[in-house]
């Protein structure tokens, strides 16, 4: 017992918690609606071969992501910029500031009934909303990045005689990257959820799109199995992220 | 002349042009959203309504029960308790487990798999299968606020815990302090900022899930009223309503920030 691996333990707790499921189901009312376990795992594989809808598992994905990279990759570059600049110029803080704050507590979901009398219901409400999700926590990010620059180095630097460009370019940028980071993942994380949501409200395809449908046709298995893919998705975004992080900023220590 | 000159000097201090810019952004905000509605008409009003007629309707709707059967302070309340109710599970199941998982590696083994294989699921997801085990009422979606809000209560106090400096819990352990006394007099105190990070996060995804279960199914409520105004085209309440979600929020924020500072003061 003392030295199993910590796989093992992984997978012993996921096992006794289908298990649990499975029993649960067996001696319960509640077995009227919900599936047991291995009917949802058989059924999410097989959404990978037989469509659910009009589409396979692996195409419902591909129209989620179709959706949330472009959108994510802009709200990012725009969020970025911006959070530096305002970060570092006081000048450009003190223009945006005030309506980024307006814009801040307003979270993306929100802008959804908004969104689709502006854009309508096509991708272009979609692309619009996500935005929205990365921007907000990438700017704020970047913001505390370009604020919590440590003042020694840019006193190091003027005192060598380096230019205000050069100082922004090799002390300011580099130094706000692993802040960047953070708010790249809190994003991409909001990104995922928002696309879910907004696909509920509104679409024909997308991983969202299965989860509502299984609640018009009050099919449960459907609905877990939607579950499933979104989870799996989701995880694998932040993995990437973090790999993404640990190759570009391999030279800092993670806190915490 | 000096006086001149000293006005001058006044008006173009740093601080003083930054409040300027400032305002200057505001008024062209405010500004080029009029010039767009009222004035211009280049955009339809059932599109953009002006700002004007967003103010009227922000006032009208504390006391005006139209279009969509309650007033501003009755959806305000009704999305406020559900999301407290979720909220309040979250922090009286998610705390605990947080610090249970940080202290006790073998619970740490056991849970930590299921607890990352369910982390990525955004609440949203829930909604379905919650409607089906809860039925329509509060609980489906106070239970789909606790999914939102559970997760970042157990990873900052699961974060917090393991920050516990070995060198406290070694002094203790040669005063001779037990487990639990160790638990509660050192670990805990030292995760308390962390923890409380970790409910101010869990309140602000509670905040948001509770919108995204109205969006989807419910009779009132702030994400009830703006879903309910798009179907009728009526955007000046949809402003209104965004604002009033991003303002409570806000306020919700405030609230528990200020109550952090008060439990954290002359700790840090």
Known sequence: ?256 | MPPLGGIYKYFMNRRFLNLTLSLLSIVLFIGIWHLCTAVLQIVPSNTLPSPERVFQSFIKKFTNPNPDGATLIQHTVASLNVALTGYAWALLIGLPLGIIMAWIPLVDRFVRPLFDLLKPIPGVAWIPLMIVIFGLGIASKAAVVFFSAVVPCVLNSYTGIKQTKDVHLWVARTFGASNIQKLFTIAIPTALPHILTGTRVALGAAWVAIVAAELLGATRGLGFMIQQSRGIFRTDIIIVGMFAIGICGGILTTILTWISNLLLKGRR
């Not at chain 1, 195409?59 to 911006?82: C, E, Q, W």
């Not at chain 1, 696909?199 to 969202?208: L, Q, T």
């Open chain 1, 1 to 256: 017992m003392k030295r199993l691996p910590s796989w093992a333990y992984g997978v012993i707790s996921i096992f006794s918690f289908l298990v649990f499921w499975a029993v649960g189901i067996y001696f319960s009312e509640i077995k009227i609606v919900m599936p047991g376990p291995w009917q949802v795992i058989i059924g999410f594989l097989r959404s990978f071969i037989r469509p659910i809808g009009r589409h396979t598992m692996t195409v419902h994905i591909l129209y989620s992501l179709m959706r949330v990279v472009p959108a994510y990759i802009v709200g990012s570059l725009v969020g970025v910029t911006l959070g530096i600049l305002m970060g570092w110029y006081a000048p450009v803080n003190a223009f945006f500031r005030p309506i980024y704050e307006l814009i801040r507590p307003i979270p993306p979901i929100a802008w959804i009934p908004i969104s689709i009398v502006w854009f309508g219901i096509g991708e272009g409400s979609k692309w619009f909303l996500i935005f929205l999700a990365a921007f907000v926590p990438v700017t704020l990010n970047s913001i505390s990045g370009a604020k919590s620059v440590d003042p020694l180095l840019i006193k190091c630097g003027e005192m060598l005689g380096a230019s205000k460009n050069y100082i922004f370019r090799s002390i300011v940028l580099p130094f706000s990257v692993p802040y960047i980071f953070s708010g790249l993942q809190v994003g991409l994380a909001g990104a995922w959820a928002t696309v879910v949501a907004a696909e509920m409200i509104r679409s024909s395809e997308g991983v969202g799109w299965i989860i509502i449908s299984s609640m018009d046709t009050n099919d449960v298995t459907q609905s877990l199995i939607g579950i499933m893919g979104i989870g799996i998705v989701g995880f694998l975004l932040a993995i990437i992220m973090r790999k993404t992080e640990d190759y570009l900023c391999a030279w800092t220590i993670r806190e915490g």
